[in-house]
């Protein structure tokens, strides 16, 4: 499995397991494979989310290719040189795919037989399945899910508190089902635009799971690069925004510290097309005082 760590801004385990713990716990009720192997998994695959292969390819489990992948490929030395490797548009999309990997292959089989908390039987089985060529595979997946509490995980206990909060209050919930601790998730309109506040120990990955949509949406929804985190009761928006606001909402002046993209969430209005109203550059920046057309293009 390829893990090459290259110089960059990296994350800390406990903001991994804190940003992706919840994606675990559902595939944990669609599949049965323990949350801490898959969190265990993860972080000794993509180092925390700092591989070059994590970073630019959304590869969280060093998964290779195989015969039978339709989808984008990277190619990485390995085992051997120029090895193939799966490509994802995201990170939910890794961690969706390593659980059909495994419930796919006859290998694994003999795993789900297995109960959903037994993490040593699952370490030891995917070693002995030929998941990983490290010789001590398994035992380096006990020691991260028993030094981080990751089997905490396996019985929807998450990583931060607030989260675990809100699992405790849908405690009607059947335990073998996939949870959604944020569906009683107020939304909130802007613009006749549907959006959400963020909360402290929100992701855009968390929200997007929890509201049953793809996290490559959210991003684009909101105009904020892959990896951005928001913070608390900032405005996030759930659906596609409109390209202009209503009627007796011509105009925005523009206080101190105000950019483009606040003004864009703001008002609930596509980011480009606010851009070509007002006659700007793409990254140009307003001045305090001006003027920012938000609904007819501004006059030369």
């Not at 180092?47 to 489990?61: T, V």
């Not at 992948?69 to 120029?82: F, H, I, L, M």
């Amino acid at each position: 499995m390829a893990t090459t760590i290259v110089a960059h801004a990296q994350i800390s385990r406990d903001e991994y397991i804190r940003k992706y713990q919840l994606l675990a716990i559902e595939e944990m009720g669609r599949s049965g494979i323990p949350a801490s192997i898959k969190m265990a998994q993860a972080i000794l695959e993509s180092g925390d989310g700092n591989s070059e292969l994590a970073r630019k390819s959304n590869n969280h489990f060093g998964i290779k290719c195989k015969s039978g992948w339709k989808g984008q490929k990277v190619y990485y030395d390995d085992d051997e040189r120029g090895e193939c490797f799966r490509k994802y548009k995201s990170v939910q999309e890794s961690f969706i795919d390593h659980t059909n990997f495994l419930v796919s292959s006859p290998r694994y089989a003999f795993l789900f037989k297995l109960a959903p908390n037994d993490y040593k039987g699952w370490a030891r089985g995917l070693k002995q399945a030929g998941y990983a060529t490290a010789r001590h595979y398994d035992n380096t997946l006990i020691k991260l899910i028993e030094d981080n509490k990751l089997d905490r995980l396996d019985y929807k206990q998450t990583f931060n508190p607030l989260v675990a909060q809100a699992f405790n209050k849908n405690s009607g919930m059947a335990g073998g089902l996939s949870i959604n601790p944020y569906n009683q998730r107020q939304i909130i309109k802007v613009n006749n635009i549907e959006a959400v506040l963020a909360s402290a120990s929100d992701t855009y990955e968390i929200i997007a799971q929890g509201l049953g949509i793809d996290v490559w949406e959210l991003y684009k929804f909101n105009d904020q690069p892959s990896g951005y985190v928001p913070r608390q009761n900032e405005v996030i928006y759930i659906e596609a925004k409109n390209r202009r606001t209503k009627r007796k909402l011509e105009y925005h002046t523009v206080e101190p510290g105000e950019t483009m993209h606040y003004i864009s969430q703001l008002y609930g209005i596509k980011l480009k097309p606010l851009y070509r109203r007002n006659r700007m550059k793409q990254g140009e920046q307003p001045q305090p005082g001006e003027v920012i057309h938000l609904r007819k293009k501004k006059s030369r």
